[in-house]
């Protein structure tokens, strides 16, 4: 059970270059979760998912865009990468039903656009 | 809407000292509470949570008791260790927020030998 894993674990770019991030969680929860965390501060939700299918906005989805095309996937896409995208990025999955909707974390992906 | 806040970082401490780190919030109906860990290069992983007033999460040591009259989960420890130095994240999950975790902006504690 490898709970909430994320691939690349660190990526550079270049400013205009476009990549994927890939989650993945064998939990079989319903959400998934996109946060991005900058140096000393505290996670901001860029989009999340409610199930199969669907996605919504978070707090910053400007420049991001993502899918679920399975439940067990949640990729977070940078079309045109920005040096103000530079950050670490984590994942995270939960199961609605009962309180307390408590989220698992992946390890984190750190990006650097130069 | 619904809000955490925690006291600023960073707190230092000497080792076997008592840890107390700040948290209230803000929400409507009754929110699930929350304290994640953040270790050097990691992730975030739970530490504890409480679901209900007088709710007594603990986990490694660490306590934090659900206070609804002042609207608080304050995080304690007895005697940190350096081996908790690390950043810690208070979160609330409330139907206000359509059950998102709301976070505290995190502290980081350093413990020294």
């Known amino acids: 059970n490898a709970g909430v894993t994320q691939t690349p674990k660190f990526r550079v770019l270049k400013t205009g270059q476009s990549m994927t991030l890939l989650c993945a969680q064998d939990?079989?929860?319903?959400?998934m979760y996109w946060y991005r965390q900058d140096p000393g501060m505290g996670l901001r939700l860029i989009h999340y998912?409610?199930?199969?299918?669907?996605?919504a906005k978070g707090e910053v989805p400007d420049g991001y865009n993502v899918s679920r095309l399975k439940k067990q996937n949640f990729l977070l896409g940078l079309e045109s990468a920005a040096p103000s995208q530079t950050s670490v990025y984590f994942c995270?999955?939960?199961?609605?039903?009962?309180?307390?909707?408590?989220?698992?974390f992946g390890p984190g992906t750190r990006l650097t656009v130069t | 809407g619904d809000s955490v806040t925690q006291m600023e970082g960073p707190v230092t401490l000497s080792e076997e000292a008592f840890l107390t780190i700040n948290c209230t919030y803000t929400?409507?109906?009754?929110?699930?509470l929350f304290w994640y860990v953040q270790y050097p290069g990691e992730g975030l992983q739970l530490l504890l949570k409480a679901t209900k007033a007088d709710d007594k999460g603990s986990n490694k040591g660490f306590e934090a008791t659900y206070r609804k009259e002042t609207t608080s989960f304050h995080l304690e420890k007895g005697s940190v260790q350096v081996s908790d130095s690390a950043v810690y994240f208070c979160?609330?999950?409330?139907?206000?927020?359509?059950?998102?975790?709301?976070w505290g902006a995190g502290t980081k504690l350093i413990i020294k030998p």
């Open positions: 998912s409610v199930g199969e299918g669907t996605t």
């Open positions: 939990m079989n929860h319903e959400y």
């Open positions: 995270a999955s939960s199961q609605p039903g009962n309180p307390p909707y408590e989220q698992y």
């Open positions: 929400a409507t109906g009754y929110p699930s």
């Open positions: 979160a609330l999950s409330a139907f206000g927020s359509n059950y998102q975790l709301i």
